[in-house]
């Protein structure tokens, strides 16, 4: 099929500092199948001596611009907006993409005009690249227990443009570390219809350098607000999230006895004690 007869989709990236990994994703989006797409990346006030400027500079089939620093959500705004896509996807600058994750979005759209937008799974990975000992404890679900299980991911969800605009569904950008989270809550209730595709479209990559890592005690507290904001049971919050820590423990302790043996993993097990303790005591 000519790409003229194909819509146009808006792959947006904010970027701050990101010049590590940038290269990475805007090489997976450039391999992927689909012929029509836009990668938008916006440099937020980088300040690490051009680099990420040096790398943007040698890609010209990437749309980018810079500008002063604005913030992630303000930046992730700017780029719906200025985007010519009928559908758009965001993803960071430090996460990649599966090769075939546009086409897959975009045939599901094309089968289901009803709905307003498609998610598929995601996969976690290292600093490295290589598959994280944690992944993902639900792929999809009922929409109510998206608050609690997280399992829609900007990165790995394809919407209508026109469908997010028409409602003002915007980001909002006093938020610093969790306004996707909080953006995502507001497309549920807003009513847009969303369909889940059995497609990995999304690699997020876990790492010491990213915000939700750098920033923790901030994005606890910006959850504890975007959880009252949307009326989400504290109760079974609280329960759920201590399975799930639970369940991450295990999963990275078993992955450390594996690699590294008996040794390395009691000593993860120790740091994890320990440091559950130091915050119960402070």
Known sequence: MPSKSLPLVSIITPTYNGAK???????????????????????DGSNDDGATLALLKKCPHVRWWSRENKGQYATMNEGLAAARGDIFCFISADDTMPPGA???????????????G??????????????????????????????????????????RKQSVLEKGLLFD??????????????????????????????????HPGQTSVRRQE????????????????????????ILLTF???????LHEQRRYG??????????MIAGRIQRIIN
């Open 173 to 206: 950008p006093a938020l610093r570390t969790t306004g996707d989270f909080d953006w995502i809550m507001n497309l549920i209730h807003a009513g847009l219809k969303f369909r889940y595709i059995p497609v990995v479209c999304a690699n997020m990559r876990i």
């Open 21 to 43: 990994y940038l290269d990475e994703l805007i090489l997976s989006i450039r391999n992927q199948d689909y012929p029509a797409i836009e990668h938008i990346i916006i440099d």
């Open 102 to 116: 546009v086409c897959a979005a975009v045939d599901s759209l094309s089968v289901h005009p009803e709905c307003d």
């Open 247 to 253: 369940r991450s423990a295990f999963f990275r302790i």
């Open 118 to 159: 498609v998610y598929g799974k995601i996969h976690y990975m290292d600093e490295k690249g290589a598959r994280y000992p944690v992944q993902p404890v639900m792929a999809t679900g009922p929409l109510f227990l998206f608050p609690y299980f997280g399992f829609i991911f900007h990165c790995a969800l394809y919407l």
């Open 218 to 241: 901030m994005a606890k507290e910006e959850q504890k607000f975007i959880y009252k904001r949307h009326g989400v049971n504290q109760f079974l919050l609280r329960l759920i999230g």
């Open 262 to 271: 008996i040794k390395r993993s009691s000593a993860m097990l120790y740091s």
